[in-house]
């Protein structure tokens, strides 16, 4: 008996209208998120994995027109005002940015921006909140936090922007924490660094994680459930083992075929998905992976298929019913 | 071993600044001679055993002497005391209308910008209404309004002169609000009030520094064009302006009249111009290192 998800998301379309028509960002996802849970969303650039968790937040760019439902433990979030937004946000939701040289204020303290969140969301006075904050930049393994508080950003490295873009949005300790591509700008030992410190805190503070990426051995690494996402659909999902084991859309196989394993044998070449994403503003009327897909007939062409399950916690969205190949052909 | 590897020890940003602003040999120097300029032109006259006031009708048009050092005016008043008192008014005028009017143009440039769609529509028109209303006449109307309250009258000067900060600070928010840490914030719950207050303010500083610093010479200047209207400072009060002013009366009889409020003048403008580029370049964190 799984608990009531904490975030239910059902069926949201996010659309940018411009005069050069409309560019569909997202379009009928649907997810659901339990307590605690540790859930990856993999795509490729565009395919909508940034614009969902904006819109989780109220954040998407002005002009964004959203459709469906997001609920906060029964609570509708989208459409919610600005104030009931600004309530959630940092205190109940927080979110880590990708790019933690630009994701801090230069002109402030590193302690003026630890400490912001918890002053702001739970009235904690300036003392309080400092001894807060230095034990959160020690949680997430910054050395010598007093000093840290009084620096700027750019006193500090990378990984250490990164550790404390962590820290602020843990502050108020939220119960869902969006993590936007969170190791992409960093490099790769620092990355494990970063991901070791993201699965800890989440057996410490038990918030429910949610990981973009557009790396799948980081999802591999960390999460224990995985949404495919491509040109602004769900085609994918599964438990993580499951997905790696048998990946069940030609997209998500494609993924899987595109990078070297390493106790795996190693293939003959890497294989790269040929083609590009579609544009978004010019989705094609059937399935959008198809133009890439060798599995591709005619039904695809028709209208976009829909997400089944095809086993308990599984589904996808391919009307493909035959063997898909794993390994090269 | 320890002694070299310990690192600095942490400081506030201001102090951060004050050391970077002192590694600046012109901007220090300008500070210097504009914290001279104010305690002279404060302090100066409660030595001077001469009213700027009064006249003195057997000392009219003397040069300068050990007596008179700056010699005397029309009305045999010491030039010496009525230069001071005229750099008192003269700054006075320029920071409190420069003040007024960075805190204005500072607050509705960044609310525009920030709020944007049809907020910062209404906004920027409304600025560009108050471009078209002519300043001149609009200053005449406020001084007949306020009367002889010269200190109101630069104030309101300061009230209609925001206009450029306004757009300039508007535009520099754009661009700012697209930086992924304005994002971070909101993601944060920030509100926008604090968010203008906290966020960005802070980051347009530079620009905030050079246009006040901009601001006060150019509001001496209008001061003395107004003054030469006969609508600045009233006599027997003097301002920097209206003393140049009358010294180009008789530029080619008593030119000493003219040089002392004209060099003064041209110190000052000069020093705010050093010490905003000095400032801008210490408050700016990305430029340490």
Request: hydrophobic letters at 50%; one cysteine or more; aromatic letters at 6%.
């Amino acid at each position: 008996m799984s608990p009531a998800p904490l975030l239910c998301v059902r069926d949201l379309s996010v659309s940018y209208p411009s005069r050069a028509g409309t560019t569909r960002a997202l379009d009928g996802v649907s997810l659901d998120l339990d307590p605690g849970e540790f859930l990856g969303i993999v795509g490729e650039s565009g395919s909508g994995k940034t614009q969902l968790l904006l819109a989780m937040l109220g954040l998407n760019a002005q002009g964004a027109q959203l459709a469906g439902s997001i609920q906060y433990r029964g609570q509708q979030l989208l459409g919610a005002s600005q104030r009931t937004l600004a309530t959630l946000r940092g205190r109940r939701i927080g979110m880590i940015f990708q790019d933690p040289m630009t994701a801090l204020n230069p002109y402030l303290t590193i302690g003026t921006q630890v400490t912001e969140g918890v002053r702001l969301h739970l009235g904690v006075g300036r003392r309080a909140a400092r001894r807060r904050a230095i034990e959160l930049l020690e949680a997430v393994q910054i050395p010598e936090p007093e000093r840290r508080l009084a620096q700027h950003p750019h006193e500090l490295s990378g990984g250490m922007r990164q550790r404390i873009v962590i820290a602020m949005a843990l502050i108020c300790e939220p119960e869902i924490l969006l993590a936007d591509e969170p190791t992409t700008a960093l490099d790769v030992t620092v990355q494990a660094q970063i991901l070791a410190l993201l699965r800890e805190l989440r057996i410490r503070t038990r918030a429910a994680i949610v990981l973009v990426t557009h790396d799948l051995g980081v999802i591999a690494a960390v999460a224990d459930r995985v949404l495919v996402m491509y040109a602004g659909r769900v085609v994918e999902q599964a438990g993580v083992e499951q997905l790696f084991a048998a990946a069940r859309h030609p997209y998500t196989i494609g993924l899987r075929r595109s990078i070297a394993e390493l106790d795996g044998p190693l293939p003959e070449r890497l294989l790269s998905i040929g083609g590009n994403p579609p544009n978004p503003a010019a989705l094609p009327p059937g399935c959008a992976f198809a133009p890439r897909c060798a599995q591709a007939f005619e039904r695809c062409q028709s209208a976009p298929p829909p997400l089944v399950s095809i086993a308990p916690g599984h589904t996808r969205a391919c009307y493909f019913e035959g063997p898909l190949e794993m390994h090269s052909p | 071993m320890s002694g070299l590897l310990t690192p600095p020890t942490a400081s506030t940003p201001w102090q951060q600044a004050r050391a970077q602003l002192y590694q600046r040999p012109l901007a220090v120097a300008a500070l210097l001679v504009l914290i001279a300029v104010i305690l002279l032109a404060l302090l100066g006259p409660l030595f001077s055993a001469y009213s700027f006031a009064t006249p003195s009708w057997d000392e009219i048009y003397q040069s300068p002497s050990l007596r008179h050092w700056l010699g005397t005016d029309a009305l045999g008043r010491d030039q010496l005391v009525r230069v001071l008192w005229g750099c008192r008014i003269s700054l006075l005028v320029g920071v409190a209308a420069s003040l007024v009017s960075v805190a204005i143009g500072v607050l509705w440039g960044a609310t525009a910008g920030y709020a944007g769609g049809t907020t910062d529509s209404l906004m920027m028109r409304f600025v560009d209404i108050l471009y078209t209303v002519p300043f001149i006449p609009l200053v005449i109307v406020m001084t007949v309004l306020f009367g002889r309250n010269f200190l109101l009258v630069f104030v309101a000067i300061g009230a209609v002169s925001w206009l450029d900060i306004a757009r300039i600070v508007r535009g520099q928010t754009l661009s700012l609000k697209q930086r992924e840490f304005i994002e971070a914030a909101r993601a944060l719950g920030v509100r926008t009030p604090t968010m203008i207050i906290r966020h960005l303010v802070p980051n347009l500083i530079g620009v905030v520094i050079i246009y006040a610093t901009l601001t006060v010479p150019t509001v001496i200047l209008f001061e003395a064009f107004l003054s030469f209207l006969g609508l600045g400072v009233h006599a027997p009060l003097a301002s920097l302006g209206s003393l140049v002013s009358d010294g180009a009366d008789h530029l080619q009889s008593q030119p000493y009249l003219l040089t002392a409020p004209a060099v003064l003048l041209a110190v000052i403008i000069a020093c705010f111009s050093y010490l905003g580029d000095g400032l801008r370049d210490a408050l700016d964190p990305r430029a340490r290192h």
